[in-house]
Every structure is written in C-alpha cells, then in structure tokens.
C-alpha cells in the first residue's frame, strides 16, 4: 500500500482534530508539522515523499499537497482535498505573488475528490469549482454543510478516504 500524508492547514498541526481523528483511522499516516510559509512547507513535503502516496491536504494543506502533486506527479496516486485554499474570499490577505501562484494551481491525472464546506468564511467555493474545472483527472466535489475547519465533518472525511482507497 501506498504512503498515506495529512498535509495541514495554516491553524493545524499534527495533534488537531482531523490530524487525531485521521491517525484513529490510520494509524501510520504521516503528518508533518508545517510552518505557515508556502515555500517551507513545499520544502519539507518534497523531503519527506519518497515513495507513491495518497496526500490529504487541508487549508493551505490543500496548497501544499496541490504543489507537490504537480512538481512530483509519479508519486502522488490520489488527492482529498478539504477546503483547499485555492482562493480567498477576501483578496487582500494574500500578497500578489501568492494570489497569482494560487490560480495557476491545477489538478493532476490522479483520482481527486475535494471537500468544499457550505459555510466557509475563507475560500471561495467558485475558486474551487474552477480548480476543478481544471482537472486533468477524474474530480468528484462533495458539499459538506460546515464551516472552513470542517471539524464537524470528521465521518464524511473518513468515509470519502476510504472511498479514494479503494479506488487506488
């Protein structure tokens, strides 16, 4: 079997919510401790993705697993992706270089399913959809009526992961 990487989000870590409930499930997950730094986290997911792995990315989670699907596309064999912050409902948060880097992502030819949460206050659904949009692979978008943690969305989480397993 494959590797299995939790990527989390700007206000996440290893010993969250969905890092816990993940590791419950999956006992020999990895999940990194980034840093909020686009650069460093990239940095440290190419030094630890060694061999074909599933990459959960959460938040600018998403981000991270999104950029290493893209420079490293012979190791990443499946995405889930939740609330991934391929676009900001308030612009201004984000510098230039970041807001252009964020439009350019894309998804790989690998099997994706993305998580948008009904009442996110930080990503913009529309972002997400055309990210979808700009899929190279097969996408499925599941609504979740939550808010941008998703931590009342920990079931479904499970449930789609397993899914994308058995895809694979």
């Known amino acids: 079997m494959q590797e299995l990487f939790f990527f989390h989000g700007l206000n996440g870590s290893p010993?969250?919510?969905?890092?816990?409930?993940?590791?419950?499930?999956?006992?020999?997950?990895?999940?990194?401790?980034?840093?909020p730094d686009l650069e460093e986290r990239l940095g440290l997911a190419k030094s630890l993705l060694r061999r074909p792995a599933v990459l959960i990315g959460s938040s600018l989670g998403g981000v991270t697993a999104l950029q290493l699907a893209d420079i490293r596309p012979n190791l990443v064999k499946g995405l889930l992706?939740?609330?991934?912050?391929v676009g900001?409902?308030?612009?201004?948060?984000?510098?230039?270089?970041e807001?252009?880097?964020?439009?350019?992502?894309?998804?790989?030819?690998?099997?994706?399913?993305?998580?948008?949460?009904?009442?996110?206050?930080?990503?913009?659904?529309?972002?997400?959809?055309?990210?979808?949009e700009r899929a190279e692979g097969p996408?499925?978008?599941?609504?979740?009526?939550?808010?941008?943690?998703l931590n009342q969305?920990?079931?479904?989480?499970?449930?789609?992961?397993?899914?994308l397993l058995k895809e694979l």
Not at 15 to 35: C, M, V
Not at 139 to 149: K, N, Q, R
């Open 15 to 35: 010993q969250g919510i969905k890092s816990q409930y993940l590791r419950s499930l999956y006992p020999e997950i990895l999940i990194p401790l980034f840093s």
């Open 81 to 85: 992706l939740l609330a991934p912050a």
């Open 88 to 97: 900001l409902k308030e612009p201004n948060l984000i510098t230039e270089a």
């Open 99 to 132: 807001a252009q880097l964020l439009k350019g992502l894309r998804l790989p030819l690998v099997p994706c399913i993305i998580v948008l949460a009904k009442r996110d206050l930080i990503v913009s659904p529309e972002a997400i959809r055309a990210l979808a």
């Open 139 to 149: 996408v499925m978008i599941t609504e979740a009526d939550d808010d941008h943690g």
């Open 153 to 163: 969305s920990l079931p479904l989480i499970g449930s789609l992961l397993e899914k």
